[in-house]
């Protein structure tokens, strides 16, 4: 036979022969499993993946083999409602924020994160900031027993930062030593309520060391 490729398993010695028949010319090599698994999964032809309607100010997407979506926002707004334990701060000026969201399609976002950025034109250099507030560690954020949104479109992702900041705060994960002040976190609220928000880039936030690509890459 012409161009023929013949598999020849030895299930006694776990070994897997290849016969390759060409231009009349028969040779044999013998191959791993390994290989072989290799050498499929490199010929599978995967099915394209269509986004949809990404949302407003997206800066990162990302499909995972499980399904899973990966999204990262920029979030517009400078002003944010703020609850601290009984207390709301309407209004109080916020740095500008990045938000990453995983979830897996048409299912409840999985995990939270938000990050600070520094202003201007958003490159994958761009400076990152220390998280100033509570329940955020690292940059995921503790959304503690609420329950996030389905989202049956990818889109509707640029309303949720709204709503996670108004989940009530506590102290968890707070730190004084991550604002320049070193206040405690109600202190540090009632010092910048009547602030501007590009006041916290000369005054409040502390550099973290990282860059944006650090923040929107998936692990």
Known sequence: MENEIVLRFNPTFGTIKVQTHAGGIISHKEITNETLVQCLQG???????FSGLLPENCVSFYAGE?????IGILHPARRAN???YDTC???????????????RQGLRVQTVEVGVVEEGRLKPDSKMYLWPFS???GYRMCIGSNIMPKCESLHTLSSLPYHIL?????????QAKNNKLQMECRDLLEYLK???PDYYYDK???????????FIKVD
């Open 135 to 137: 329940n955020v560690s």
């Open 204 to 214: 409040v936030l502390v550099p973290s060391g990282r860059k944006l690509m650090d």
């Open 89 to 103: 701060y309407h209004d109080l000026p916020v740095p500008r924020l990045v938000f990453k969201f995983t979830l």
């Open 194 to 196: 009547d602030k501007e």
């Open 82 to 84: 703020i609850t601290y």
């Open 66 to 70: 499980d399904d899973s979506r990966t």
């Open 166 to 174: 108004e989940i009530p705060n506590n102290n968890d994960h707070f």
């Open 43 to 49: 010929s599978l032809r995967r099915p394209a993946f």
